[in-house]
């Protein structure tokens, strides 16, 4: 990345859908290392903004900068960068736990003898080892999302982006992956992470946005939030 | 930093390869109906020798254009069910990369559903259909054919009515392949003059060309959004 005050820099930024507006004129600004909640009601904006992070998407009017990328005409350059877990675990289901993590390194350019490595140590920090021969399609919710942020890490981005990872998660897949966010977050990689749930702000979060009819109604530091502001704000 | 080129066709190829050596779920269909296609066709149509040398080259190019919708549409609906094309594009690779290593994935699964059709016509309709001359008329016409299909596969996949779509679509693009493609094979399995059959597979080989060419630029407009 190059080196500039924000990793994410948004000024007036908008997506529209034909004559629907996803998000209206975005101003938004995130520091690098840091961990930002996006929260937000279904249809707030949230995906679209991720989506446009990550180059999947064009803006229809403002500016965006990714780590000091102009999006999209350098996307290429931000892609190699950005790790992406969406609500859908993004995996081959017959394919096992290490071809997919092998098909995917190759996509980022990693040499195979590095790539093998990267797997290998991948596979235990998420707990995958026992499990990685096995076909995708035989995991639970839980395991997939595992091996989702498996995925999206294996190539070492600096900007990680989550959209509503929580969703099918039971409480024990929930904790392993705050602690897996914390991990990413002390590795001093920055992380956007989307949730429709309000009170469901990753414990190592350092702040919260509120998205609300494609535009920002809350933003604060985790230290001084309020739910009931919150709460106020996505509703608005 | 984009990954090269080769890597990233080849990474494409191999999974779309090894999936499909796991669950056989694109074969499988493309092979039955291309055998219950030629099956039909030759109960159906009780002709003579010479009437099965006029119908036997149609049959054998509609056989194989059905088949590759079947399997083109599944192809991609497999891509965009698992959200695998997202993670692709989220890559840096370049557009042209994973056209061609679609391209390339789908081809080699029509080709094989080609190769059974061959010996198996050449049975049922008691004409020797393994000519060198044809072989090649089949590997160039369908690889024509994985092009546009996967290009359309590629667009129609993101609609609600796909499997409608598809064929919708694709079948008056690809007229020109399949009007060539039968002359040559016409020509090939009447014992034409060499001249005749090599101008067909020359004009096959030159539009499947031109269709490659706008395929790839077009497919980083049709994955733009």
Redesign the interface.
């Known amino acids: 990345m190059r080196d500039e005050p924000a990793i994410i820099l948004a000024e007036r930024l908008s997506k529209a859908y034909g004559n629907l507006p996803a998000l209206r004129s975005l101003d938004l600004s995130v520091k690098p290392g840091e961990f930002v909640a996006l929260l937000g009601a279904n249809g707030s904006g949230k995906s679209t903004l991720l989506r446009l992070l ?5 803006p229809t009017g403002g500016r965006l900068r990714v780590g000091g990328w102009e999006m999209p005409g350098e996307a ?2 931000v ?2 960068r ?1 790790g ?1 877990v ?1 609500h ?8 096992t736990a290490r ?1 997919n993590l092998d ?2 390194g ?4 990693i040499d195979r003898r590095e790539r093998a490595r990267r797997i290998q140590d991948s596979l235990r920090a998420f707990d995958l080892h026992k499990r990685a021969d096995s ?1 995708a399609r035989t995991f639970s919710r839980g395991l997939k999302q595992r091996l989702s942020i498996a ?1 999206a890490t294996l190539h070492q981005p600096d900007l990680l982006l989550l959209d509503e990872p929580y969703s099918g998660l039971d409480q024990r897949a929930v904790a392993l992956l705050d602690e897996m966010l914390a991990a990413a977050r002390a590795e001093g990689r920055t992380i956007v992470l989307s949730t429709h749930q309000l009170t469901r702000v990753p414990p190592a979060a350092d702040r919260a946005l509120v998205l609300s009819r494609g535009r920002i109604s809350f933003d604060a530091a985790i230290g001084s939030l309020d739910l009931s502001e919150i709460y106020r704000s996505a509703s608005a | 930093m984009k990954t090269p080129f080769i890597t990233c066709v080849a990474a494409i190829v191999r999974k779309d390869l090894r999936a499909e050596i796991r669950s056989r779920e694109l074969l499988s269909v493309m092979g039955l109906f291309a055998l219950l296609s030629v099956l039909l066709f030759s109960f159906a149509l009780e002709l003579d020798r010479q009437a099965r040398e006029e119908v036997v080259s149609g049959v054998l190019w509609v056989t194989l254009i059905f088949a590759s919708l079947l399997g083109l549409n599944r192809s991609m609906a497999l891509e965009r069910d698992q959200g695998g094309l997202d993670a692709i594009l989220a890559a840096p690779v370049s557009r042209a990369a994973i056209f061609v290593g679609k391209l390339l994935g789908n081809f080699v699964f029509t080709g094989i559903v080609g190769f059974v059709l061959l010996p198996l016509m050449t049975a049922l309709y008691g004409m020797n259909l393994l000519r060198a001359p044809l072989i090649l008329t089949t590997i160039i016409g369908l690889f024509g054919f994985a092009t546009v299909g996967t290009l359309l596969a590629t667009l129609t996949v993101q609609t609600r009515a796909r499997e409608a779509l598809l064929p919708i679509a694709m079948l008056p693009i690809v007229l020109p392949f399949v009007l060539t493609a039968v002359r040559a094979t016409k020509a090939i399995l009447s014992g034409a003059a060499a001249n005749e059959w090599q101008s067909a597979l020359g004009m096959l080989a030159a539009i499947t060309l031109i269709y490659f060419l706008l395929c790839l630029l077009l497919y980083e407009y049709v994955v733009g959004e």
């Open positions: 990550s180059g999947l998407s064009k290429l350059a892609r190699a950005i992406l969406a859908r675990p993004l995996l081959y289901e017959n394919l071809e098909f995917y190759a996509l980022y350019g076909l995925r």
